[in-house]
């Protein structure tokens, strides 16, 4: 069964270095997403894409944030500077349809890349 | 998307069904309702979802009621592994955000 891998599966970092969390979405979806889910709370939607750029993001996904797709596979989360608050379970994942709308419905998500800021 | 209400832990036996309920009594009529979970460790993962007619699928039942303010998941016969965190989310069909909005779920504990 196809599946969403994400890499690395735990990083730690010192506050203010970058961070990139990269992600392989299934190779026929066309939409991509970052989640994340702080410990114990709920999982927050963070950033769509779509057609190489960005289609949507929340208040969450500040300047701080980027991502990018650097080529036909990939999808990389970026944290240019990051905070003790970034601390969290990062999910990457991908789907055929836009936000898994109309009536194909599914979102697949990767097992999350946790980062734990020092 | 519109506001689902879901219990906020649930605790059943092995191999006993097990009915998760989700009020969504500001549903519109092109909202679709989707279930997905999330086992421990593990990013959420897609159940099973619903418009207007029971739905029954390899892993769960969906029942929606006549009137679409409330749904039921069924899980028919509960195994350990599906001890797990069971989100009830409204997709529309049109437009809208693209992030799906993950409430705090049901915390379903499976008792051997």
């Known amino acids: 069964e196809p599946e969403v891998t994400q890499t690395p599966s735990h990083q730690v970092t010192q506050m203010g270095q970058e961070v990139i969390l990269r992600c392989v979405p299934i190779?026929?979806?066309?939409?991509f997403y970052w989640y994340r889910q702080i410990l114990g709370q709920k999982v927050e939607f963070l950033v769509s894409?779509?057609?190489?750029?960005?289609?949507?993001k929340s208040e969450i996904f500040d300047d701080q944030f980027s991502v990018e797709r650097p080529d036909g596979s990939n999808f990389t989360l970026k944290i240019r500077s990051t905070k003790l608050e970034d601390s969290a379970m990062y999910f990457c994942a991908s789907s055929e349809t836009r936000g898994g709308r109309a009536n194909t419905g599914e979102l697949f998500f990767g097992e999350g890349s946790r980062l734990t800021v020092l | 998307d519109a506001k689902t209400t879901q219990p906020n832990s649930m605790e059943s036996n092995e191999e006993e069904p097990v009915h998760l309920p989700c009020n969504h009594s500001t549903i519109s009529g092109t909202d679709y309702i989707h279930w997905y979970r999330q086992l421990p460790s593990q990013g959420p993962e897609y159940v099973i979802h619903g418009l207007t007619s029971n739905v029954n699928n390899r892993m769960a039942s969906l029942a929606i009621a006549e009137d679409r303010k409330s749904s039921t998941l069924i899980l028919h016969r509960a195994t350990l592994r599906d001890a797990a965190v069971y989100y009830c989310?409204?997709?529309?069909?049109?437009?809208?955000?693209?992030?799906?909005?993950f409430g705090k779920g049901t915390h379903l504990i499976i008792q051997p």
């Open positions: 894409f779509y057609n190489n750029e960005i289609s949507e």
């Open positions: 989310i409204l997709i529309g069909a049109g437009g809208g955000a693209d992030g799906l909005t």
């Open positions: 190779s026929n979806h066309l939409y």
